[in-house]
């Protein structure tokens, strides 16, 4: 029988490839959008074109993590068989800024979701999208097994939640479960973040509308994976028999400076040439160094990464180089979905 999936944040890197992984297996997909002033559907556009036309299993819904009653209704509305939480506030950088709010929309929307799961005794399964922000300073390797030391209004937030998510499974005997994802990217990364800044810079620098990349922190240490590989292990997470937590992570690392010189090269550039540090991107606390040691989801679900450091790396560049000139050429136009 086809399933049915509520995902929040379906408008995110993450939700727009959780879209395109669930209807490729037949599932009737519900999606939150936000109100916006402007158009917030662009990755979802990308889906719509991969198939050619607004996907037919595919429903957006007006909703807020911050508003109670939209994430009720729907979750009594449409009755999902699987919940995926990707909704969030999700800037490290920017929840020093907003602190409150990211507390609200990262931390307490989860409680707001698992009650109403709980309240209106849906029978469904529920993924909560954990962080492997939340070891902070904990030095790696980093597994299910290591202590929490968050560094960030973001990061202590995503503790709550990975926490509400567990109490609801013991407490309720829900089928609830934590993905600690560790940082994974693609061509539909948000622009501030720091891969896809690098490569967006980089690919303007190479076509000639850009003079400089201005950075902060280059020595912090990330496990950079693949985006679409890693939806693809939210969704083993709930056809498991029974809930659990997985790392999710490549175990490879590298430093801001390498990706960043690693761009370069892909357009036979000089990194040094064109980078400058400026103290203003950097945080009030930062996480030095992410390493995630994935064996149990390897052991448990079958799940492994396949995309290398440098393959992510060219990929990115490759698509933001595409990216500025059909720019250029006037190809990229904006729709309503
Ligand atoms: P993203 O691109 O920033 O997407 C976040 C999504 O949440 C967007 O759809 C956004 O809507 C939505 N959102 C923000 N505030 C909201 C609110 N108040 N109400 C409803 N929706 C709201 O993040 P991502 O990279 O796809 O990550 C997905 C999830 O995984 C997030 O929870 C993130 O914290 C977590 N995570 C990400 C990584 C990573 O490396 N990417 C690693 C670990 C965990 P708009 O499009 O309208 O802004
Ligand atoms: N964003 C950004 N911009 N980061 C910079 C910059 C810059 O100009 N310069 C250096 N960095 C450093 C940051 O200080 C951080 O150490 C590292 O690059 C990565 O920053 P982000 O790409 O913003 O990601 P993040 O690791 O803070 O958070 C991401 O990964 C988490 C999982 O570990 C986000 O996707 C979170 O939502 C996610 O939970």
């Not at 969030?88 to 307490?108: C, K, L, N, R, W």
Request: hydrophobic fraction near 35%; charged fraction near 25%.
């Amino acid at each position: 029988m086809m399933k049915t999936a509520l995902i929040t944040g379906t408008t995110g890197q993450d939700g727009s490839y959780l879209v395109e992984l669930l209807l490729s297996k037949g599932y009737e997909v519900h999606g939150t959008k936000r109100r916006s002033s402007s158009f917030n559907t662009s990755r979802l556009e990308e889906v719509a074109r991969a198939e050619g036309h607004r996907p037919d299993g595919l429903s957006l819904h007006y909703a807020d993590l911050s508003d109670a009653s939209s994430i009720t209704n729907l979750v009594r509305d449409i009755q999902p068989d699987e919940i995926y939480n990707l909704g969030a506030q999700s800037h490290v950088a920017v929840s020093f800024d907003i602190p409150e709010y990211t507390a609200d929309v990262t931390g307490a929307a989860t409680i707001r979701l698992l009650e109403a799961i709980r309240a209106s005794g849906v029978d469904t399964r529920f993924y909560q999208a954990s962080s492997s922000e939340m070891f902070g300073s904990t030095p790696p390797p980093q597994n299910e097994a290591t202590p929490f030391h968050p560094r960030s209004p973001y990061g202590c937030a995503k503790v709550f939640s990975y926490w509400s998510t567990i109490n609801y499974r013991e407490a309720y005997g829900l089928h609830a479960s934590n993905g600690i994802l560790f940082n994974h990217e693609s061509s539909r990364r948000g622009e501030t973040f720091v891969t896809r800044k690098i490569t967006r810079a980089v690919a303007r620098i190479a076509e000639g509308v850009q003079n400089k990349l201005v950075l902060g922190n280059l020595d912090a240490v990330r496990d950079w994976g693949y985006a679409p590989e890693y939806v693809e292990a939210m969704w083993m997470m709930l056809q498991q028999d029974q809930p659990d937590d997985y790392v999710i992570a490549t175990g490879e690392a590298h430093s801001v400076r390498e990706f960043v010189q690693a761009a370069f090269e892909r357009v036979n550039l000089d990194w040094e040439r064109y980078t400058e540090t400026d103290s203003r991107y950097e945080r009030p606390a930062e996480v030095d160094a992410l390493i995630g040691d994935y064996s149990k989801a390897k052991r448990q679900l079958g799940w492994s990464p396949t995309t290398t450091f440098t393959g992510l790396v060219h990929r990115m560049v490759d698509d933001d180089v595409q990216a500025v000139r059909d720019e250029k050429a006037g190809r990229n136009v904006r729709v309503e979905l």
